[in-house]
């Protein structure tokens, strides 16, 4: 189900020719598709890390990114709206022979073809937890903590084939590793991935999934069936040997974080009780309650205390359950808020 091909960028037509017909992306890659538009150059500002409960707690109590059990960190692009009409705009320049002014005037069309998982930032398939950066902030974190002061390095790490999924890997890591990641191509070998500037360029090739339009001559043209296609993405994968990590401020940490539905497709390795909107729920609440004590009891209190919160239960009434939440949130900063007060007083005495 899974292949990797390392040290490459592969195009949608090279994977036809380097997967084995028995490889279940065969089955999408082979498909005849409607037109639609492709390659798509997104320049790409900001990347994301999303997480689980015990993920969440554990940077946030570290004021740090450090995988447990591997050498790598993570992290996807993260695409805003204006970016996606900013990409449909270079699309039409290179790509529909009309005028000026036609351009000027054109509806916005792209967003009725990022429909693949990528494009969907209320949703994650790894938690309920997203963690968002500037990458230029990113950069210059691990340019300090792990490079010595030195730009680093990026690579082409691989070509990641799922089910239908495709992931492009960028391997990020500090220029003393040179010799251990040699045979990985430099970045700017790559056909369809590049950094400048502090953006991801990113040519996308399959930016749908499930087609539900066409796209012929500049005109968006609805199916009457939909088509299920593969769908591509980057990965930026930051090295990270132990004791290395991504050192960041609990306040940015606060700041960055926003609570995500799961999709249908949950890999976040959960096997509680909790169903999906429950987990989602008590994201939110978490989040909303850490957001509220940082801002009542300030950051340094976060370092030895949690946010215990409760579930909300009633998810028929989102007024109710909206009361419940504030009402949740303030009872547990005052307790803590009390319990703050008692140790001060006794330090003091």
């Not at 005849?32 to 990347?47: C, G, M, N, R």
């Not at 997480?51 to 990114?65: A, C, D, P, V």
């Not at 307790?335 to 330090?347: E, G, L, M, P």
Request: aromatic share 12%; net charge positive.
């Amino acid at each position: 189900m899974k292949r990797i091909f390392t040290g490459q960028h592969l195009s949608l037509w090279r994977l036809t020719k380097q997967v084995t017909p028995q490889d279940h992306i065969m089955k999408y890659l082979m498909k005849k598709i409607p037109p639609y538009p492709h390659p798509v150059e997104f320049w790409v500002s900001d990347v994301t890390h999303v997480t689980e409960e015990t993920g969440f707690r554990g940077i946030l109590k570290s004021e740090q990114f450090r995988p447990p059990n591997s050498e790598f960190s993570w992290w996807a692009l993260k695409i805003k709206k204006g970016e996606i009409r900013s990409a449909e705009k270079r699309y039409m320049k290179s790509n529909v022979s009309n005028t000026a002014q036609e351009l000027k005037e054109q509806k916005p069309f792209l967003e009725k073809f990022t429909t693949s998982p990528l494009f969907k930032l209320k949703k994650s398939r790894y938690g309920n937890y997203r963690f968002t950066f500037p990458l230029t902030d990113l950069m210059q974190w691990y340019k300090e903590q792990n490079c010595g002061g030195e730009d680093p390095v990026l690579r082409v790490y691989g070509t990641v084939t799922y089910r239908q999924q495709i992931v492009y890997t960028v391997l990020i890591h500090s220029p003393e590793d040179n010799q251990r990641f040699g045979e990985y191509p430099l970045l700017e070998a790559s056909e369809w991935v590049q950094y400048q500037d502090g953006k991801i360029i990113w040519k996308a090739q399959a930016i749908c999934e499930t087609h539900r339009y066409q796209f012929i001559s500049g005109e968006v043209q609805k199916l009457n069936t939909r088509k299920f296609y593969v769908w591509d993405l980057v990965s930026l994968i930051f090295y990270l040997p132990k004791p290395k990590s991504l050192k960041i401020p609990r306040e940015r940490l606060i700041e960055a974080l926003e609570a995500c539905k799961l999709d249908k497709i949950d890999l976040s390795g959960y096997q509680g009780p909790k169903n999906k909107e429950e987990r989602f729920l008590e994201a939110k609440m978490n989040i909303r309650g850490t957001k509220l004590w940082r801002r009542r009891a300030g950051s340094q209190s976060l370092q030895d205390h949690y946010i215990q919160t409760t579930d909300c239960v009633d998810h028929a009434n989102s007024q109710t359950c909206g009361r419940v939440e504030e009402e949740s949130v303030l009872r547990v900063y005052k307790t803590i808020t009390y319990r703050q007060q008692r140790a001060d007083s006794q330090t003091c005495g």
